[in-house]
C-alpha cells in the first residue's frame, strides 16, 4: 500500500507541475461560474415573480436555494465532469508507453496492482480537488444568503450532491484509467474514455422510451439516474452500490491489461 501511495503523490506531482492541469481546471472553474450565476439568476428572477403573482405562478423547486440554485447546478458539473476527466485520464498509462518509460516501470519491483491503485488515487485527488472548489458556490450562498429565518441552504442535501459528484468522477476516472492502459495515444484514450461515459450517462433517456422489464433494468445501469436521488438529497444505498461496483470493475479490467501487458 505504502507503495501505491508513493505512486500516488508522484502523479498528482506530475498534474500540479504541468500547465496541462491548471488549463483543464480553470477551464472547468470559468464555465461552472457562468452556470451557478446563471441559475442563480433565474432564481431572483422567480423570486421576484413570486412577489408580484404569489407562490402559485412559480415552480415549486424556486422556494429555497438549495432546489432552486444548487441542485441545476450540480447537473451541470456532472456534466462538465464528463468532458474534464478524460482529459485528466488520458495521460495516466498512455504517457508512460508514450514516453517509453511503462517498460522500465513493468521491470520495477512493484506489483501490477499497486500501480493501478496508485494511479487511480492520483488520478481521484486532482478529480476531489476538481471538485472541491465548486464548494466555493455554496460557502457563498450560505453566507450571503443567510436570514432570519435560518440557513440558507439545507447541508444535508448539498453533502449528498457532493457525494454524488464524486462518486460519478470517481467513477469516470477508474473508465478513464482501463482504457488509457489500452492505448499510448493519449488523445485516443480521451476520446474513447468520452464516448464511452457519454451514451453510459443518457441511457436514461432510453428508459423512459421502453417497456418493463427493460425500462427498469435500462434505469439501474445508467449514470443519470442513478445520480438523480443523491443530486436530490435522496440517500439510496443501491447508488453508492452501483458505484463502487463499476469502479471496482473498471480497475480489475485494469489490472488485468497491465498485468497482461507485463509478460507480453
Known amino acids: ?68 440554485v444548487m441542485v441545476p447546478f450540480w447537473h451541470t458539473v456532472m456534466t462538465l465532469t464528463l468532458f474534464v476527466v478524460p482529459f485528466l485520464s488520458m495521460r495516466l498509462f498512455a504517457e508512460e508507453k508514450r514516453n517509453k518509460t511503462f517498460e522500465l516501470l513493468m521491470t520495477a519491483p512493484i506489483r501490477p496492482v499497486e500501480i493501478v491503485l496508485g494511479k487511480y488515487l492520483g488520478g481521484l485527488g486532482i478529480v476531489t480537488a476538481t471538485l472541491g472548489l465548486t464548494l466555493l458556490y455554496p460557502v457563498l450562498l450560505a453566507w450571503l444568503g443567510q436570514g432570519e429565518s435560518g440557513p440558507a441552504l439545507e447541508w444535508g442535501t448539498v453533502l449528498l450532491g457532493y457525494g454524488g459528484l464524486l462518486l460519478w468522477g470517481a467513477t469516470c476516472m477508474a473508465i478513464g484509467l482501463f482504457i488509457s492502459a489500452l492505448t499510448q495515444s493519449q488523445m485516443v484514450a480521451a476520446l474513447v474514455t468520452f464516448s464511452v461515459l457519454l451514451p453510459w450517462l443518457l441511457l436514461g433517456n432510453l428508459a423512459q422510451s421502453a417497456d418493463e422489464p427493460m425500462r427498469s433494468l435500462i434505469a439501474y445501469v445508467s449514470f443519470s439516474s442513478q445520480l438523480s436521488g443523491l443530486l436530490g438529497g435522496v440517500l439510496d444505498l443501491q447508488t453508492p452500490v452501483f458505484f463502487v461496483s463499476v469502479i471496482l470493475l473498471a480497475l480489475l479490467l485494469c489490472h488485468r491489461t497491465v498485468e497482461a501487458q507485463r509478460w507480453a
Open 1 to 68: 500500500m505504502l507503495t501505491a501511495l508513493a505512486i500516488a503523490r508522484k502523479e498528482l506531482s506530475l498534474y500540479f507541475t504541468t500547465p496541462w492541469a491548471y488549463a483543464v481546471l480553470t477551464a472547468m472553474q470559468t464555465v461552472a461560474s457562468f452556470f451557478f450565476i446563471n441559475s442563480l439568476s433565474e432564481f431572483q428572477r422567480a423570486q421576484e415573480m413570486a412577489r408580484q403573482f404569489g407562490w402559485e405562478s412559480v415552480p415549486p423547486q424556486f422556494r429555497n436555494l438549495t432546489d432552486g
